[in-house]
């Protein structure tokens, strides 16, 4: 069964920084692409970084330089460092899997982990 378990959000003001953190179980680290998406209140949901297998990461074009993703593949973990954060990036935020190249066919999520930003 795979299972993906964020932790690490919280109220952070404005201007401070958390870490986000991501347990994956039950499938292999090197089966595809992982990341993070977050989705504000009546937005859609939206990219916030993807790591490849090989190590390459994609930003959302107003993020970069401000989120670090990274993955420890020995220990099962994606994370995300966010910096001077802002309200605007007050969301949830969901860990993504995507196995969609691989026998599953389908991305798996996590079950999301609130972060919100006080002015």
């Known amino acids: 069964q795979v299972q993906l378990v964020e932790s690490g959000g919280g109220l952070v003001q404005a201007g401070g920084s958390l870490r986000l953190s991501c347990a994956v179980s039950?499938?292999?680290?090197?089966?595809?692409?992982m990341g993070w998406y977050r989705q504000a209140p009546g937005k859609q949901r939206e990219l916030v970084a993807t790591m490849s297998t090989g190590g390459n990461r994609n930003y959302a074009d107003s993020l970069k330089g401000r989120f670090s993703i990274s993955r420890d593949n020995f220990k099962n973990m994606v994370y995300l460092e966010m910096n001077s954060l802002n309200v605007e990036d007050t969301a949830v935020y969901y860990c993504?899997?995507?196995?969609?190249?691989?026998?599953?066919?389908?991305?798996?999520w996590g079950q999301g982990t609130q972060v919100t930003v006080s002015s």
């Open positions: 039950g499938v292999s680290m090197t089966i595809g692409p």
């Open positions: 993504n899997v995507d196995a969609r190249n691989s026998g599953y066919g389908r991305n798996f």
